[in-house]
């Protein structure tokens, strides 16, 4: 499985983030979805100015936003006993500093929501959404067993659930796929 991570935001390593980690995180949660190992994906940290240009481009609203995710291949999870088809699972773009802000609101630490919003986007990848109630509860549950998950097995305590939402900071707006 290729996991690139590239920080390109200086921010993330000065709070924390370790790109080694993410990209752990990144196989605990693909291996968990049965992706297949043959498939791609890449994570990018950028600042805000970064962030806030994609989020005009592709979403048409105005300032930075937690997590973009923009898919390649259209893949989906696979399920027991069979992996998903290979190919270009695509990227997932988080804004460190964004994640900064929900983390204090929310009372964990940045590393944590990274961690969060790095899950979060794979899933919308994957093909889950929250626009509904309904998939809302199934998306964030998921997210929520994966990330504890990966953190019991890398043995270290946390929760990051967001308690505010990851959409629900003012000027942070929704996610690519909302």
Known sequence: MSVDVVDESTFAEERGVDTTEVSELARYVLDALRVHPL????????????MARLHVQWMDEPGPTDVM???????????????????LL?????CPQVAAAQAAASGH??????LLLVTHGI????GYDHAEPEEERE??????????????????PGDPT???????????GPDARG
């Open 39 to 50: 498939a791609e994906l890449s994570v990018l940290l950028v600042d805000e100015e970064a």
């Open 90 to 94: 695509g990227d997932v773009v988080v």
């Open 139 to 156: 998306m964030f549950t998921l997210q929520r067993r994966l990330v504890l998950g990966f953190l019991a097995r890398i043995g270290r």
């Open 162 to 172: 967001p308690t505010v939402g990851h959409r629900a900071l003012p000027g942070t």
């Open 69 to 87: 995710s923009f898919p390649m291949d259209q893949l989906r999870p696979g399920r027991e006993g069979a992996t998903s088809e290979p190919g």
């Open 123 to 126: 899933l919308h990848l994957l």
């Open 109 to 114: 630490a940045t590393a944590d929501e990274v």
